[in-house]
């Protein structure tokens, strides 16, 4: 509601001025006048507050509390009786009441200037009401004098004549009135309550008190009245589980229509609304009713007159809205109640189901009454066709673009999740072809809206119109495909419609778009967090070609492709959620296939070949980590980014949690297969390669650390490798087995000193360092092999081979050093001017 305006001020008398045409002078530019600067107002001692404030009010309540006192000591006392007590009392508010209105008629022929805060006739009559209330009620519930209905009539008077009273004394008398007329009900007790004569009396009191809110132009009291009278819904609501509703519905049905008559702005006998504005006042009094109608309809059983009571209130609100901008607040708030009802309806425990017997003695317990099938469904048709024709209309119709975006929001929402209601109650979520046909007939009814929009000539919040059409249409396209196919497409529909969300976004930039396809893909997440292997034990046995290829790879590219497609605007937070979904269900298809492969299609099952799946995982770990390093070179994005570093961190926990403690085949004692081509390769040989790979592809864009740790790994897996195949040689496919002789500790040496040349040899061509130190630590470790182990260990022949081969080995090395790395040129030989010339300033040494 808007505010009061300002009452025009007369203009003050000012003499005549002589204009320059008079005098005969020329006239000076005519300059811009000062504002008048008003003096501010004197601030207020404390004299004159306690004079002109604080007595008044302590004297209006003192008046008030005396008028009880006197009733309250004439009863201890015995002087008067209750009869002449109540007639007293009458007689004192009537006094009051009348010193109130003399004194508010005669204050300026008394020459007194009104304190607004501290207004003498209003707290005076005040008072008197006041008085009056509480004689009523004594008479009522302290002497007997008046039966129920009379006191509540007598109540409800002096209420409504308070009032009425604030039309002259103001805001003050208003909220007295109000809390009195309201709280009336609470006072006054019967052994026959009637909701009908509650509901009358209330309605009587809201329609007087939205007509003084009207009259006034209170936004307060309007706001407390609607708050007041839609409590008042709370008993009925209770009452109505186990009753009739039809008193409740009439009364929110009335209320309703004395809300939207008085209070929406632009409607009726409202106040005047403000062009293409939600007024908030107007909105909250229809929402005001909409939730207990709602709350009506779902706590009655879905009583019929319940739900045609509700309906008609939801007709009406998105009329009212369509009519006056001011209530388009409503408009979410009765969409969002639609659907929790029709919801409700279709999710409700069956009961009859429960407890009505079966066979002979059907019958003998009575069924509850059901609600009506044939209306729910009218009505859920209704709600969807009522916010979907209307959003769609509402399209270019204000020159706000926020207004039609909330008509268009409510016009996809509503049907799609009224359909997905109707298809749990109607056909339990399993797989229907009449549903998947409704889901595309919306489809194709939110395409053809789409397209008309994109034809119509630019309005404002016409463009975001387009886009959000175009959202519905991918969702009804994805509810379409969930219909029609196994539960398990479910995940693929949702997924699916992330990269449409997205292609719209990229032809109508709307942010909201953005977040939609973040929250989609967050759906997804959800879906298969419920249940992982995506359609349960149905998985299949089939390695790769499972439903984890489309449960996870589809989604997957689905977020690759929506990812690239917002990166392309900007690289914010909503991108950066989807990119990280996408790199989340990759790692994931490729973590559950391998566990799916090795396990024999059980994704739960405790792990049979652990060397087998933790090298299979750390391979594809390390093969993700090299993927994304080279991708965020081309993206720049730090999603990819920290993805290649949380990638290669989870395959290094891989290599030293799992291949050498866990699944280390000589801690397990598990068989590795034949030679060469044996889990050992699998484990161990493939992810150094890998690992080599990565510090390659990194050694120019990552620190030295990272490098460094990379090509550690690199070579410590080689390094096992090499050494779990000499003893795959010596002890067959069980590596536990048998004792360890001179010939295999002396080729352990051999070979690590070969292995050492190799890196050596690698690091010199390729100009790499790490190689080369990669190198001298294996050299340095063979070393000590051969000077603290085989020494010791080994005898005869194998010991002193050992000692000639690594002593070969190191000159060779240090030969190398010598002639390609760290060559040593000869000085240059004196010239004879340099030998016959002594240097200038004396002698040199030759």
């Known amino acids: ?94 006094a009051l009441v009348a010193a109130g209105e003399w004194t508010r ?65 103001g805001p003050a008398l208003a909220g007295l009135g109000l809390v009195g007329a309201y709280v009336t009900p609470l006072l006054v007790s019967t052994e026959e309550p009637s909701f009908w004569a509650l509901y009358l009396y209330l309605i009587v009191v809201t329609a007087a008190a939205y007509a003084l809110a009207r009259a006034r132009l209170w936004r307060w009291l309007a706001l407390t009245a609607v708050c007041f009278a839609s409590a008042w819904t709370l008993p009925g609501i209770a009452e109505a589980a186990v009753a009739t509703a039809v008193p409740h519905a009439v009364y929110m049905v009335v209320g309703f229509a004395l809300a939207a008559t008085l209070i929406v702005a632009g409607l009726l006998f409202g106040p005047t609304a403000e062009p293409d504005t939600v007024d908030e006042i107007s909105s909250l009094s229809l929402a005001a009713w909409l939730v207990p109608a709602g709350l009506l309809t779902m706590v009655s059983g879905h009583d019929s007159v319940a739900l045609t009571g509700f309906v008609l209130l939801v007709v009406a609100t998105v ?3 369509w009519r006056s901008t001011a209530a388009l607040g409503a408009v979410p708030v009765a969409a969002v109640l639609a659907v929790l009802v029709m919801v409700e309806w279709a999710t409700e425990a069956r009961l009859d189901s429960l407890i009505a017997p079966a066979g002979p003695v059907a019958g003998a317990v009575p069924e509850p009454v059901r609600a009506s099938f044939t209306l729910h469904l009218l009505a859920g048709f209704g709600f969807a066709a009522l916010f979907g024709v209307s959003g769609f209309f509402a399209q270019g119709r204000s020159e706000r673009p926020v207004i039609p975006q909330i008509w268009a929001w409510c016009a996809i929402a509503t049907p799609l999740t009224i359909l997905i209601a109707l298809y749990w109650r109607i056909a339990g979520f399993d797989q229907s072809i009449p549903f998947a046909g409704l889901a595309l007939l919306l489809a194709a009814l939110f395409a053809v809206a789409t397209e008309t929009l994109v034809r119509r000539p630019d309005r404002p ?58 929250a989609m893909s967050l759906v997804v997440l959800a879906r298969i967090g419920w249940e992982p292997r995506i359609v349960g034990d149905a998985v299949g046995d089939t390695p790769i070609l499972n439903w984890l290829l489309w449960g996870y790879g589809v989604p997957a590219l689905a977020f690759w492709t929506a990812g690239h497609l917002l990166r392309r605007r900007a690289d914010d937070a909503a991108a950066r959620t989807v ?33 087998a799946e ?44 799992g291949l050498v403690v866990v699944a280390n085949p000589l801690i397990t004692g598990d068989a590795v297969g034949g030679p060469v081509v044996n889990l050992i390769l699998l484990g161990y040989g493939v992810p150094a390669v890998l690992a080599a790979t990565l510090a390659l592809v990194a050694r120019h864009t990552r620190p030295m650390a990272y490098r460094a740790v990379a090509a550690t790994a690199a070579v410590g897996l080689a390094l096992m490798w090499l050494s779990l195949e000499i003893r795959r040689v010596y002890h067959g496919a069980v590596l536990t087995s048998g004792p360890t002789g001179d010939l295999e500790q002396y080729t352990y040496s051999a070979a690590w000193l070969g292995f ?6 690698a690091g010199i061509l390729l100009r790499s360092q790490p190689a080369r130190l990669a190198s001298a630590a294996v050299v340095t470790l063979t070393v000590g092999k051969v000077f603290l182990y085989d020494m010791a260990g080994l005898t005869g022949m194998f010991r002193a081979l050992s000692f000639i081969g690594l002593g070969l080995v190191l000159v060779g090395i240090g030969l190398l050093y010598q002639r390609l790395l760290f060559p040593r040129r000869p000085a240059p030989s004196p010239s004879p001017a340099t030998t016959d010339t002594p240097p200038e300033g004396g002698g040199g040494i030759p």
């Open 579 to 611: 990119d990280v979904l996408a790199i989340l269900f990759t790692v994931l298809l490729v973590t559950l296939e391998i566990r799916h492969f090795v396990q024999g299609g059980d994704v739960y099952a405790v792990p049979r070949r652990p060397l």
């Open 1 to 94: 509601m808007p505010p009061v305006p300002p009452r025009p001020v007369p203009p003050s008398s000012v003499p005549p001025v002589r204009t320059a045409a008079a005098t005969g002078a020329v006239a000076p530019p005519p300059a811009s006048a000062p504002a008048p600067v008003s003096a501010p107002e004197p601030e207020r001692g404390f004299e004159e507050r306690f004079g002109t404030q604080w007595v008044v009010w302590i004297g209006g309540v003192a008046l008030a509390l005396g008028g009880i006192f006197m009733v309250r000591y004439s009863i201890e006392q015995g002087l008067l009786g209750p009869g002449v007590r109540v007639t007293l009392g009458a007689l004192l508010a009537a």
């Open 614 to 657: 933790v090298g299979l995982q750390v391979a594809a770990w390390l093969a993700l980590a090299i993927g994304l390093e080279r991708l965020r070179l081309r993206t720049r994005s730090i999603v990819h980014d920290l993805g290649a570093l949380v990638m290669a961190v989870l395959a290094l926990v891989g290599i030293v949690g």
């Open 756 to 761: 050492g040349v190799v890196l050596l040899l």
């Open 461 to 518: 919040g016409l463009a975001a119109g387009q886009a959000i059409f175009a959202v519905g249409t991918i969702a009804a396209l994805a509810l379409a495909l969930t219909m029609a196919l196994e539960k398990g497409f479910l995940t693929i529909a949702l997924a699916l419609t992330v990269p449409g969300i997205a292609l719209v976004e990229r032809h109508r930039p709307l942010p909201a778009l953005r977040w939609l396809a973040a």
């Open 319 to 321: 009329g009212i809205a």
């Open 105 to 169: 008629r005669n204050e300026v022929r008394l020459g007194a200037v009104a304190v607004p805060s501290a207004h003498v006739p209003s707290i005076l009559t005040a008072a008197g009401t006041t008085v009056a209330y509480a004689t009523v009620y004594a008479a009522y519930a302290l002497y007997g004098f008046l039966a129920p209905p009379i006191a509540f009539l007598l109540l409800g008077v002096v209420a409504l004549a308070t009032l009425a009273a604030a039309l002259l004394h």
